[in-house]
Nanobody
Framework: QVHLVESGGGLVQPGGSLRLSCAVS????????IGWFRQAPGKGREGVSC????????YYADSVKGRFTISRDNDKNTAYLQMNSLKPEDTAVYYC?????????????WGQGIQVTVSS
């Protein structure tokens, strides 16, 4: 059974940093692209970042370019999202998902989501 579990969220002040982790079980992450999505209150879901499995190519939403970095550790079956220079508008529930395709809806499995709140 496939499981994705996010961790590392919480409350942070503007300008601060957080690192989200997505631990995958039930399959080998090596063969799947994996990405991060978010949904803020009253807004639609947004594709934040995606990393491929083949050449490690990445996608970032314009709103996070230069501030967020996606990575993966296939040995640990885990993906990460390093978030720096956080802004109040980054406040959202963040989800990881497999088989991402840039900003488009992913084709694979989803985690349960984790809250990130950026506020002073």
């Amino acid at each position: 059974q496939v499981h994705l579990v996010e961790s590392g969220g919480g409350l942070v002040q503007p300008g601060g940093s957080l690192r989200l982790s997505c631990a995958v079980s039930g399959f080998t992450l090596d063969y799947y692209a994996i990405g991060w999505f978010r949904q803020a209150p009253g807004k639609g879901r947004e594709g934040v970042s995606c990393i491929s499995t083949s050449d490690g190519s990445t996608y970032y939403a314009d709103s996070v370019k230069g501030r967020f970095t996606i990575s993966r550790d296939n040995d640990k079956n885990t993906a990460y999202l390093q978030m720096n220079s956080l802004k109040p508008e980054d406040t959202a529930v963040y989800y990881c998902a497999t088989d991402c395709r840039g900003p488009r809806e992913p084709l694979g499995s989803w985690g349960q989501g984790i809250q990130v709140t950026v506020s002073s």
